[in-house]
């Protein structure tokens, strides 16, 4: 039985070595050495990053790519809240990382409400979406300096309607970049 348990740890060993030896050859594989281009203006980079900030295409402007998760604004909110939902974590992340890799790059965080409420009332809690939207931003990287918030408060609505599809409607925060 001994003898068995070592002969099959042998061949185990045998095997595991096999598996970690590399057979590929590196050597004469094509690189190529692009330069990331300063994304100062809301240009492109020149390379393509999979992270979903950087344009993915040559003079793409992944701020207007519609495949872009830049390309999405607003992170809306529930009822009389200013938490930032987890479903719009990646967004504000996804912003947030091409502030900090474009350093001269600004923007405007605005806040919103529904109609309900008094004006006073509204423009605080749309002022406490944009800053809570702005704090998260800061956390993931950017810098407190590109970003200016404001609140309009239920004074521009996206919906008109008076219901509950158009009160999520209005109950968020919109992300406009300089220059937009």
């Given at each position: 039985m001994l003898r068995f348990l070592k002969v099959g740890l042998m061949v185990l060993s045998g095997i595991l070595v096999m598996g970690c030896a590399s057979t590929t050859?590196?050597?004469?594989?094509?690189?190529?050495?692009?330069?990331?281009?300063?994304?100062?203006?809301g240009a492109s980079t020149?390379?393509?990053?999979?992270?979903?900030?950087?344009?993915?295409?040559?003079?793409?402007?992944?701020?207007?790519?519609?495949?872009?998760?830049?390309?999405?604004?607003?992170?809306?909110?529930?009822?009389?809240?200013?938490?930032?939902?987890?479903?719009?974590?990646?967004?504000?992340?996804?912003?947030?990382?091409?502030?900090?890799a474009n350093p001269t790059a600004r923007m405007t965080l605005q806040g919103h409400t529904d109609e309900r409420g008094t004006h006073e009332y509204n423009l605080a809690l749309g002022q406490r979406r944009a800053d809570a939207v702005k704090r998260l931003m800061v956390l993931l990287g950017a810098q407190d300096s590109q970003i200016e918030t404001i609140s309009f408060?239920?004074?521009?609505?996206?919906?008109?309607?008076?219901?509950?599809?158009?009160?999520?409607?209005?109950?968020?925060?919109?992300?406009?970049?300089?220059?937009?």
């Open positions: 050859d590196h050597e004469g594989a094509p690189v190529e050495d692009r330069p990331i281009a300063d994304n100062a203006g020149s390379g393509a990053s999979g992270d979903g900030v950087h344009g993915q295409n040559l003079g793409t402007d992944p701020l207007k790519d519609p495949a872009n998760i830049l390309s999405r604004r607003s992170v809306f909110f529930a009822f009389d809240s200013y938490v930032v939902e987890d479903e719009y974590r990646g967004l504000v992340e996804a912003h947030a990382q091409y502030l900090a408060g239920k004074e521009r609505p996206r919906n008109i309607e008076s219901n509950e599809i158009a009160w999520a409607e209005n109950r968020r925060v919109d992300v406009l970049y300089l220059g937009e």
